[in-house]
Nanobody, 115 residues
Framework: QVQLVESGGGLVQAGGSLRLSCAAA????????MGWHRQAPGKQRELVAQ???????NYADSAKGRFTISRNITKNTVYLQMQSLNPEDTAVYYC?????????WGQGTQVTVSS
């Protein structure tokens, strides 16, 4: 059973920053990729950023230049540093881990950006 625990969400004003953390129960190198998705009310879940086991990042267009995904292998933790947040970034953010063909999800953490 894969356990992913997110933290770091909260309420922030537009233009502010937040850092999300996702702690895995085991080695994050056992996953093909880990990432962050988000789901806003009434919208589908969408990929925000992903990092492969080799350390290569990939970003959605909405995240490029503002968000940075990183990892600490010794802590089995993946981070999402978010800057220049705007109200359109308001959503529940989910950590994901892919072990092809399966995908695993955390419980989600709420990010709310006020205008």
């Amino acid at each position: 059973q894969v356990q992913l625990v997110e933290s770091g969400g909260g309420l922030v004003q537009a233009g502010g920053s937040l850092r999300l953390s996702c702690a895995a129960a085991g080695s994050i190198l056992s996953f093909n990729a880990m990432g962050w998705h988000r789901q806003a009310p009434g919208k589908q879940r969408e990929l925000v950023a992903q990092i492969t086991s080799g350390g290569w990042p990939n970003y959605a267009d909405s995240a490029k230049g503002r968000f940075t995904i990183s990892r600490n292998i010794t802590k089995n933790t993946v981070y999402l540093q978010m800057q220049s947040l705007n109200p359109e970034d308001t959503a529940v953010y989910y950590c994901s881990a892919e072990m092809w063909p399966n995908a695993y999800w955390g419980q989600g953490t709420q990010v709310t950006v006020s205008s």
